[in-house]
């Protein structure tokens, strides 16, 4: 049977790696959706915006196109057919890409590119509300959290492996800035998808996220 599992849960929970490990071992697609709004926020970012609720956001967007696209085991994100992948890592699509996710005209570009993959299963995402909003009627819905501590730990190695440093206290308040604003928007917050799977990341190894998941999805048919 070819599912369709949704792992949602706030920043530095674990959800990007280890979705991409339960695609892996139950041979899936794992789609990144964040990616997807990270590549919109680099073209507002390229044509000189960075106000995300500005007239100026929605209008840099118009006539964009973007796409997965998978090579083997990777998603590559393409804008107008160009593979961005690396780019819309930067910490300036970084600190646009959460205000510019709650637009809901964003949200509506979005939301049939995101859908279109699983229309066979077999498909692994992760965000904030795949499975709330996005796949609501999703085979396993995964809600990955853990100490905000620890996830701004998490996140600090993730920043200095791309170069950047910053002191743990300062990821922490970005950490936890980011939860409240996620929380309590008022369009797709973050939220417990209905009939979702929570899973506490504090203290786990990714193997050890990936084990317990793959086990549940193999326990309904995967």
């Not at 690396?86 to 709650?102: H, K, M, N």
């Not at 506490?200 to 998941?213: A, F, S, V, Y």
Request: aromatic content about 4%.
């Amino acid at each position: 049977m070819n599912l369709i599992i949704t792992i949602d849960g706030p920043a530095g929970a674990g959800k990007t790696t280890t979705a991409r490990g339960v695609a892996r071992e139950l041979e899936y697609r794992y789609l990144d959706t964040g990616a997807l709004y990270r590549a919109l926020a680099l073209a507002v970012l390229r044509a000189g915006v960075t106000d995300a609720f500005s007239p100026e956001a929605l209008k840099a967007i118009e006539g964009h196109n973007v796409a997965p696209r998978w090579k083997d085991d990777d998603m590559q994100v393409l804008l107008d057919g160009v593979d961005v992948s690396g780019e819309i890592r930067s910490p300036e699509v970084t600190a646009l890409v959460s205000p510019l996710s709650a637009v809901p005209e964003v949200r509506d570009v979005l939301l049939e590119i995101q859908r279109e993959p699983g229309q066979d299963g077999a498909l692994v995402l992760d965000g904030r509300d795949t499975g709330s909003v996005v796949f609501p009627d999703a085979d396993l819905k995964i809600y990955l959290n853990a100490d905000s501590r620890e996830r701004a730990g998490r996140r600090r190695l993730e920043l200095r492996r791309a170069g950047i440093e910053k002191g743990l206290d300062d990821v922490l308040q970005e950490i936890e800035e980011r939860d409240r604003r996620d929380s309590s928007r008022p369009l797709a917050p973050l939220t417990f998808p209905d009939g979702g799977v929570e899973i506490d990341t504090t203290g786990l190894t990714i193997e050890e996220q990936i084990t317990r998941i793959v086990a549940l999805a193999r326990s309904r048919g995967a």
